[in-house]
């Protein structure tokens, strides 16, 4: 959550003091940035959900339009993670010498909240929830490699876990509609510096990336919908690029070529295909999807037809 020992009172942190620490981190950060888009070999996909802080104590003091769709939020993501046998992890904070003790109903989540007694349970002292707790412990045992974040406060104790698990080398990402805090203006500049990402991306990439991906090519394209709860071009061609970066080029030209399927009439669909097909050293098949995407972009007088354009030319003169 992020705050102030005072004698008789949890103080949050200044909006001041906390957005000039996250610029700090933002910049000290950036080669670790780095290191996630790298094209390096990646270990496969192994995620879990951490649900921060969403204690009866500290809901009251949130910026109310933001409570009620976050916890929605957090509900859904903790289904999504159930569903597919990913782990879900809940975080206390406790501060020490202060009420609510452990065990009280202010320190629970309340009871709406979909957790189980099996999900492991952390209790921090500090606002990272790796700092002096046994988070990494857990993580390493289960091998994940990947955290998806919801709770509160975005600017303080979820803030500080991104942060923390950055520098030890996860895979993160702050889930935009289950995060609040005490202003909803404060929770948008954090979203803003961290990417963080949409809900039904990270729910359809759950589905998605915990199968087969052969499936993409067998089944159907009401099928598709249906079973990873597709419900844009923009949820396929993020996973597309997720697992470019993460250097599995063919899974990408699988996902990207289900998404231009399933959406043909969308230039960036053919685009991102090229792209993964360029990256994965076909040309040929590259050229072919760039020249759909200049075509459609054409046709369509689509605002990003220079992008389309420049990739089509680029390659056909390499050719």
Not at 84 to 99: K, L, S, T
Not at 123 to 143: C, R, V, W, Y
Not at 167 to 195: C, H, L, P, Q
Request: hydrophobic share 40%.
């Amino acid at each position: 959550m992020g705050y102030i020992n005072q004698p008789g009172a949890v103080l949050m942190k200044s909006f001041k003091s906390v957005m000039i620490v996250a610029f700090v981190c933002f910049v000290c950060s950036l080669p670790l940035y780095s290191r996630q888009a790298n094209t390096s070999p990646a270990a496969s996909f192994k995620p879990a959900l951490l649900v921060i802080d969403i204690q009866n104590v500290y809901l009251p003091i949130m910026d109310q339009k933001e409570v009620a769709p976050a916890m929605e939020a957090i509900n859904t993501l903790i289904d999504a993670f159930r569903k597919n046998n990913y782990p879900i992890i809940r975080v206390y904070h406790h501060e020490i010498g202060q009420e609510p003790a452990p065990g009280t109903e202010q320190f629970e989540f309340p009871q709406t909240v979909n957790i189980k007694d099996e999900d492991p349970k952390v209790i921090k002292n500090h606002p990272s929830a790796f700092q002096m707790t046994e988070l990494d412990s857990i993580l390493k045992a289960k091998g994940v490699n990947t955290l998806y974040l919801g709770g509160l406060s975005a600017t303080g104790c979820v803030l500080a876990t991104y942060f923390s698990a950055l520098e030890r080398d996860y895979d993160v990402f702050m889930v935009k509609e289950a995060v609040m805090s005490g202003k909803a203006d404060y929770t948008e500049v954090i979203r803003n510096i961290t990417g963080a990402w949409n809900l039904s991306f990270v729910t359809v990439g759950l589905n998605l990336l915990s199968g087969n991906l052969e499936l993409l090519q067998i089944l159907s394209n009401k099928e598709l919908v249906s079973k990873y709860g597709i419900g844009s071009a923009a949820d396929l061609n993020g996973i597309g690029y997720y697992l470019i970066f993460k250097n599995r080029l063919e899974d990408a030209v699988a996902v990207l070529t289900a998404n231009a399927r399933l959406y043909p009439d969308e230039a960036n669909c053919f685009d991102s295909l090229g792209d993964a097909y360029e990256r994965n050293g076909q040309k040929d098949l590259a050229l072919a999807n760039y020249e759909k995407a200049y075509l459609k972009a054409k046709e369509k007088n689509d605002h990003n037809l220079p992008i389309f354009e420049k990739n089509y030319k680029r390659l056909q003169e390499a050719n």
